[in-house]
């Protein structure tokens, strides 16, 4: 029985700290998704569901996965490295979808335009920091 606590106080701890969930970029990029998503049912006119309405849900949501599929990589340097850069390049496209919205006046709000593209921003230069700090890390094999 004593046993069995130890075990499951360390599986608890490794269960906390060793997740993806717990990576600041990866929940703001979780957020991203969801603020995108319900911008492109509520504020895009209905022609842009399917064309950049839904290109810009797809790039949005891989740069989440693909901080999950790095981090699950994570035992090899540049593997986690090589999807944290995955990941930074489809935030620069999904920018690049919004201002092409914003651009063309499907999103015509202006402060749904602003608060995203300022959000984005601040994710691209957290996942260089993260890139960075990755690189820059001692790891052990």
Request: hydrophobic share 40%.
């Amino acid at each position: 029985m004593g046993e069995l606590l130890v075990f499951g106080f360390w599986f608890l701890v490794f269960k906390t700290v060793m997740s993806y969930k717990n990576l600041e970029i990866w929940k703001l990029a979780d957020e991203l998704v969801v603020e995108i998503h319900e911008m492109t049912l509520t504020k895009l006119p209905k022609f842009e569901m399917f064309e950049e309405g839904g290109q810009i849900r797809r790039s949005s949501k891989s740069v989440k996965s693909t901080i999950v599929e790095g981090y699950g990589r994570k035992r090899y340097k540049p593997e986690f490295i090589k999807f944290l850069v995955y990941s930074l390049g489809s935030n620069d496209e999904t920018i690049d979808h919004l201002e092409t919205l914003f651009k063309t006046k499907s999103l015509k709000d202006s402060d749904v335009y602003n608060y995203l593209h300022a959000k984005l921003e601040t994710l691209g230069k957290k996942i260089n920091l993260f890139i960075k700090g990755v690189d820059n890390t001692d790891w052990e094999k």
